[in-house]
């Protein structure tokens, strides 16, 4: 398995149908009635152990993901990384989850208790297969609950390793139950009657048939879904630091990251030098072996979905936009890479608001570049989309900057910056891009339930 196989198949995996989805929510279910009832201590040194196990197997997990999702070996440490530092982070949350104590009138009181909500489903996408299993089943677990995982086809593997990790650790077998599958597999999960509340990343058009399927059943969803979100160069940036942004924010994963700034709005005035020295660092990008240390991009995950991205591309061109670079279908000189799903990063220039390549999402190493001349128009701009995931601004100017943030309508905003996922923060979005919150404090109001209880200290005074 450890070696790069591009454009060839690696592994077959059967898909989970109706009985086995049934017997992996029934073996969770087991494992929920032990696990619920443990400290929130104990709970939180299981963690910390599948926390360890992560960290001392980096460098194979990290392989293990390159094979799987075809990114560049650099950016699977840093996913598992995140990785292993949001199970610590959920860890150090769980002993001291608690409700409160409420004092009532003649001695009477109330108090509230926080509960967790039973078997989760979490279903994750194909860009960050390890990572958003973890970024679920962390809180999901640290909580109390038990989470049946059913990752993308198209990255089966590595989360398969995750439910080896949380078992080695000592969670109670099932508590932790990864199935395999596409829609058929996703179906039966959210119809199921003892799933308990659904966490899904992934498209909008997905995100909106499993927002359907939990209705019927009355399950919560967390959904974290597409993004088109805006890039604010202003002219008094840091120069060299918003065109690093630009590239953060536009070729990470090939590209292939729901938040990405693909709107990337640049200030009149800086516009030829910004454009002229985002392209020169584009062309630059190394492509090719995602294993390779020096390998800064490597391959999209399939053959339909290059083409998919290319599409956007000819389509741009067709509407008016000016390839400034890249675009094109990348061959490495390695002949076991040449059935490899590779093209070379695009920068759009000439591009408008009402273009294709600006409107949807691409998910693919493609930026469009667009001039604007005051904050108030970039702000409208920048707000006038479906989307609202995240957004960026570069600028000196900190007034500007906070400024700019609170009128942008988007959930995960950066300063100066783009594209880290620090787990002690909050991520999700606004509008059509879902609702919910994964990481940070706040994940933790959607992974329990509160239950109130009032006690009364004297005779109850009937009013009948």
């Known amino acids: 398995l450890f070696k790069m196989c591009p454009g060839r198949v690696i592994s077959k995996l059967l898909c989970s149908g109706e009985k086995e989805v049934d017997l992996a929510v029934q073996s969770a279910k087991a494992a929920f009635k032990i696990w619920s009832q443990m400290s929130g201590m104990e709970r939180s040194r299981v963690l910390l152990e599948a926390a360890r196990i992560i960290r001392e197997q980096r460098e194979e997990i990290a ?17 598992i990384d995140i990785s292993w530092q949001c199970l610590e982070y959920y860890a150090g949350l769980a002993g001291s989850l608690a ?11 109330g108090y509230t208790r926080r509960e967790p909500l039973g078997v989760c489903v979490g279903i994750g996408a194909w860009n960050y297969p390890f990572q958003i299993a973890c970024w679920k089943s962390a809180p999901a677990l640290a909580c109390g609950n038990a989470m049946v995982f059913k990752p993308s086809p198209f990255t089966p593997i590595s989360v398969v390793r995750l439910a080896e990790i949380f078992t080695e650790a000592g969670v109670p077998k099932g508590l932790f139950n990864v199935v395999q599958g596409g829609v058929a597999t ?13 966490s899904f990343t992934g498209s909008v058009p997905t995100g909106i048939k499993i927002m359907e399927m939990a209705a019927k059943g009355i399950k919560p969803v967390t959904l974290e879904l597409g993004g088109k979100s805006p890039l604010i160069i202003f002219s008094d940036c840091a120069l060299e630091n918003a065109v690093n942004g630009a590239l953060m ?13 693909t709107r990337v709005f640049v200030e009149r005035k800086i516009l030829d030098v910004f454009t002229k020295e985002v392209v020169k660092r584009t062309q630059k990008i190394k492509i090719g072996d995602p294993l390779l240390e020096d390998t800064r991009m490597g391959a999209l995950i399939n053959r339909p979905h290059l083409d998919r991205v290319q599409g956007f591309i ?25 059935n490899g799903y590779y093209m070379r ?42 989307f609202g995931l995240a957004g960026g601004v570069f600028t000196r100017d900190i007034q500007k900057a906070h400024r700019v943030v609170a009128a942008l309508k988007a959930g995960m905003c950066f300063i100066n910056n783009y594209n880290i996922s620090p787990v002690e923060l909050p991520f999700g979005g606004y509008k059509a891009s879902g ?19 009032c006690v009364e200290m004297g005779d109850v005074e009937s009013v009948f």
Do not use: W
């Open 63 to 79: 392989t293990l993901e390159t094979i799987n999702n075809g990114k560049s070996i650099f950016e699977a440490r840093v996913d």
């Open 99 to 109: 409700g409160e104590h409420v004092q009532l009138p003649g001695g009477s009181f």
């Open 186 to 198: 996703g179906q039966f999960l959210c119809h199921h009657p003892d799933v308990a509340k659904i």
């Open 249 to 261: 924010a536009n070729f990470l994963t090939q590209g292939e990251v729901c938040c990405n700034g």
């Open 314 to 338: 000819k389509q741009a061109k067709e509407q008016g936009a000016e390839v400034l670079c890249g675009g094109d279908l990348y061959v490495p000189d390695d002949p076991k890479l040449k």
């Open 345 to 386: 990063p695009c920068v759009l220039g000439n591009c408008t608001d009402d273009m294709t390549c600006v409107k949807e999402e691409i998910f693919g190493p493609v930026m469009s570049i667009l001039p604007f001349d005051t904050e108030e128009e970039v702000v409208e701009r920048a707000n006038a989309t479906k």
């Open 435 to 453: 609702f919910g919150r994964e990481n940070g404090r706040a994940a933790i109001e959607y992974y329990s339930q509160l239950k109130t209880v």
